[in-house]
């Protein structure tokens, strides 16, 4: 089939787009590997000096399995509390009657508005000095535990779902929570991958909470145990740029699994066949 000259136009900036976008993670990538990566085109195409040494330097300086646990366990937490509370909250706000709803809803909405930065301060000084939960994961994770974005993207799903479906489990003598459980969350897989996803790479690549709430190195997340090192020691290293990447690609590797894990529930749910018309 013959493409209009509009069609290859069109193709051909996208693909110089995409080439755009995946021209720094190559470059990463790459430069991770490379003996001396130098920063110019040539690095682009290297034809030699390929090692490892860079990601031992990493584990050397910094623990990087210990960090890389605390990274897991720090993301971990925040994605159990995003889903459980986000589930919960966006069923209530979606699904039942209750007086002041709406109202609930719409200061949800205010409080995204909220730079999180405005409100660190206060945070560090009511976790860190009055519960006492500096060095803790309990500390890092408490912020992160419920996340209104998440509860938005639920509440909007769960409103999508046809209204019978619900009727009919409550005929049956389903109560709410085996509503949700058994009807309601199976429906929804594409909204729980779309929040795992956009909630792992925030904890995941969090620097300033983490950086102010722990400053034991055996309870600092990768993020910041790596900026750490690079403002320490890095520019000391035989191969500066090579160590930077190197650690930029240990940061960046689980988010580009994780996607490639999630990426094929991103499709829309046929509800539809679910209601008889």
């Given amino acids: 089939m013959s ?24 470059f990463m990538v790459v430069g991770a590997f490379q003996e001396n990566p130098t920063n110019t085109p040539a690095d682009m195409f290297p034809t030699g000096g390929w090692t490892l040494e860079n990601f031992a330097t990493i584990n050397e300086r910094i623990n990087l399995p210990r960090s890389l646990m605390n990274s897991l366990v720090f993301t971990a937490g925040v994605l159990l509390g995003t889903l459980t509370f986000g589930l919960l909250a966006g069923y209530s ?13 719409v200061i949800m909405l205010g409080v995204q508005m909220v730079p999180f930065q405005l409100l660190m ?10 519960y006492q939960l500096g060095d803790t994961y309990a500390g890092m994770i408490l912020p992160f535990l419920i996340n209104t974005t998440a509860v938005f993207i639920f509440r909007q799903f769960f ?3 046809p209204e019978e479906i619900f009727e009919a489990a409550r005929i049956d003598g389903a109560g709410e929570l085996r509503v949700l459980w058994s009807v309601a969350i199976p429906m929804v897989k594409p909204a729980i991958a779309t929040v795992v996803l956009i909630t ?20 600092q997340p990768l993020a910041v145990s790596l900026a750490n090192f690079i403002s320490n020691s890095a520019r000391s290293e035989a191969n500066p740029n090579g160590v930077i990447l190197a650690g930029a690609c240990a940061l960046a590797l689980p988010v580009v699994i994780l996607f490639c894990l999630f990426q094929r529930h991103f499709r829309p749910s046929d509800l539809g066949a679910a209601v008889k018309g």
Avoid: H
């Fill in 159 to 161: 409103l999508g779902l």
């Fill in 3 to 26: 493409r209009s000259p509009k069609q290859v136009v069109l193709y051909l900036i996208l693909a110089i787009m995409a080439l755009g976008f995946i021209a720094p993670f190559y």
């Fill in 200 to 219: 792992f790479i925030g904890p995941w690549n969090e620097f300033l909470w983490p950086f102010l709430i722990t400053k034991d190195a055996d309870t």
């Fill in 121 to 130: 301060i206060p945070l560090y000084v009511q976790v860190a000095s009055y």
């Fill in 93 to 105: 706000l979606a699904r039942l009657r209750w007086r002041g709803r709406n109202a609930l809803f």
